[in-house]
């Protein structure tokens, strides 16, 4: 059960309210299944995107985010306007409080998440559900490899951290979604997943 402060009282959501917590490695596509959700969600269904606060300039690429100046992103972390907030590569990212308000209504949320802060997020939000994006370590050498961004030492290294990653990420109702095929037989089980209110896996 999900509460949320309002006017200095404390209101429950009466739902089955989830919050899906994605994360993946990099190269595993999560973004890109996010988009997809996103792009392809019914519109009857009760499922929020977050947006996220990132500083990092807005026409950068990737997710579509919320760009903010450090030292804006920092104000607002020290004003509590941050339900979740982290650092990874010299960059700030963080997830609003209006998660509190869409959670409390009764909304499915669904969150970009980081593998390093999900103890934090757990520890906030512990009927939250991870979601791990998947990828078998020879597609996603191939995929590091098309995106041009790293040299073959930083593949290796993406590849290790992959590895770890699927390895330490424990929770009983962990959901992992494989990645290996086309973005929409994994993007289409994603959007099942955010969109079914009674999801007993991540009960």
Same mark, same amino acid.
């Given at each position: 059960?999900?509460?949320?402060?309002?006017?200095?009282?404390?209101?429950?959501?009466?739902?089955?309210?989830?919050?899906?917590?994605?994360?993946?490695?990099?190269?595993?596509?999560?973004?890109?299944?996010?988009?997809?959700?996103?792009?392809?969600?019914?519109?009857?269904?009760?499922? /929020?995107? =977050?947006?996220?606060?990132?500083? #990092?300039?807005?026409?950068? %690429?990737? *997710? !579509?985010?919320?760009?903010? &100046?450090?030292?804006?992103?920092?104000?607002?972390?020290?004003?509590?306007?941050?339900?979740?907030?982290?650092?990874?590569?010299?960059?700030?990212?963080?997830?609003?409080?209006?998660?509190?308000?869409?959670?409390?209504?009764?909304?499915?949320?669904?969150?970009?998440?980081?593998?390093?802060?999900?103890?934090?997020?757990?520890?906030?939000?512990?009927?939250?559900?991870?979601?791990?994006?998947? /990828?078998? =370590?020879?597609?996603?050498?191939? #995929?590091?490899?098309?995106? %041009?961004? *790293? !040299?073959?030492?930083?593949? &290796?290294?993406?590849?290790?951290?992959?590895?770890?990653?699927?390895?330490?990420?424990?929770?009983?109702?962990?959901?992992?979604?494989?990645?290996?095929?086309?973005?929409?037989?994994?993007?289409?089980?994603?959007?099942?997943?955010?969109?079914?209110?009674?999801?007993?896996?991540?009960?």
């Amino acid at each position: 059960m999900y509460g949320v402060m309002v006017a200095g009282s404390i209101m429950q959501a009466t739902s089955m309210a989830k919050l899906f917590y994605v994360i993946g490695a990099s190269g595993a596509g999560k973004d890109s299944l996010i988009q997809y959700a996103r792009s392809n969600i019914a519109h009857e269904a009760q499922v /929020v995107f =977050t947006h996220r606060y990132i500083t #990092r300039p807005a026409d950068a %690429g990737g *997710e !579509n985010h919320v760009a903010l &100046e450090e030292k804006e992103f920092i104000a607002r972390e020290n004003m509590n306007c941050f339900a979740m907030s982290w650092h990874s590569h010299e960059t700030y990212y963080g997830i609003g409080i209006e998660i509190n308000q869409w959670l409390a209504k009764g909304l499915n949320v669904v969150v970009n998440g980081s593998r390093a802060y999900l103890p934090q997020a757990l520890n906030k939000y512990p009927e939250l559900c991870p979601v791990l994006i998947h /990828v078998d =370590t020879e597609v996603l050498r191939l #995929r590091l490899i098309q995106r %041009g961004r *790293e !040299n073959k030492q930083q593949i &290796e290294h993406r590849l290790m951290q992959a590895q770890i990653l699927q390895k330490t990420v424990v929770h009983p109702g962990l959901i992992s979604i494989e990645n290996n095929g086309a973005l929409s037989d994994a993007g289409s089980r994603l959007l099942k997943i955010v969109q079914n209110i009674k999801n007993k896996q991540c009960a």
